[in-house]
């Protein structure tokens, strides 16, 4: 396969029939590293993964959500490609306190601290979990860093600015102000970027999920991806809606704490139809902005 063929990481079926694209099967690992993990078995997974990637390959596919914290061995293998920033399209920070090892909302502390990455911005978040009620749950130290920036909108973040911490929260009214300030961010500092796309930052009318969802249509991201032509290095796209019912309590009673509901056949169909269609569209506009 070439630089530009997508591939999936198959855990769940999910992404469905993909055409050009390379297939990983996973899916003896759904139940292991589906929402979190401990890093012992995060780290069996990367070995596992080095041994069945092919040595080039475009757009990452890896299903559902719950498998974002992905993305942190994926940057980790553009290492050798000098320095680049990480731009998320997410609703969540992803920046989370997860004692246990890794998880789909805990890896972006991770990646800020790998020093070839020279900022992460996170886009779109409109989650409660950056507001003052969570603030104790996010990480910190890559805020004070200055190597993590959270763009959002209908959270009240003023605690930050009361931590020192008013740089690293840019605050905007909706979605339209909000790309426009984060287009203007990426032509006035211009570097090599890995794109990483988790589809619970679109409203439900661009793109159903079974995560709580923010509110950045299609044509925001159209607008982002554009702004970083030339420039993307790697890419990934998560947030496809799959059903799956855990064997493991801690992670039924985690994914039910934070919203997950299961969801009927009959609307999974039409979800994920809707879904793939956008994937066809995001691939095309990514492999027009790569380098």
């Not at 993305?71 to 997860?98: A, C, I, Y």
């Not at 978040?125 to 996010?138: L, M």
């Not at 704490?257 to 009959?266: I, T």
Request: aromatic share 10%.
């Amino acid at each position: 396969m070439s630089k530009r063929d997508p591939l999936v990481l198959d855990f769940d079926g999910s992404v469905g029939v993909l055409p050009g694209a390379a297939v990983v099967p996973l899916g003896d690992w759904q139940e292991a590293i589906r929402f979190g993990c401990t890093l012992s078995t995060f780290g069996k997974l990367r070995t596992h993964l080095d041994a069945h990637l092919p040595p080039e390959y475009g757009t990452v596919l890896m299903g559902s959500g719950d498998y974002h914290h992905l993305t942190w061995p994926l940057v980790e293998r553009q290492r050798g490609k000098g320095s680049f920033q990480l731009v998320v399209l997410d609703n969540h920070p992803d920046n989370m306190r997860f004692p246990w090892g890794i998880h789909c909302g805990s890896w972006v502390r991770k990646v800020a601290l790998l020093p070839y990455v020279s900022h992460v911005h996170v886009v779109g978040i409109t989650s409660g979990d950056i507001g003052a009620r969570h603030a104790w749950e996010n990480y910190l130290q890559p805020l004070r860093a200055g190597k993590l920036t959270y763009w959002c909108m209908d959270v009240d973040v003023s605690w930050a600015s009361r931590l020192g911490l008013a740089d690293a929260f840019r605050r905007h009214a909706d979605p339209d102000a909000l790309t426009m300030a984060f287009v203007e961010q990426l032509r006035k500092a211009p570097q090599s970027t890995y794109l990483s796309i988790d589809k619970d930052a679109f409203s439900v009318d661009t793109a159903r999920t079974n995560w709580d969802q923010g509110r950045i249509e299609e044509h925001h991201a159209m607008e982002i991806i554009q702004a970083l032509r030339g420039r993307v290095i790697a890419s990934d796209i998560n947030g496809e809606v799959s059903a799956y019912a855990y064997r493991t309590w801690w992670k039924r009673l985690l994914s039910g704490m934070d919203g997950q509901e299961a969801v009927p056949q009959s609307e999974l169909d039409a979800w994920q139809m809707q879904q793939r269609a956008l994937n066809t569209r995001l691939l095309t506009a990514i492999a027009a902005s790569s380098v």
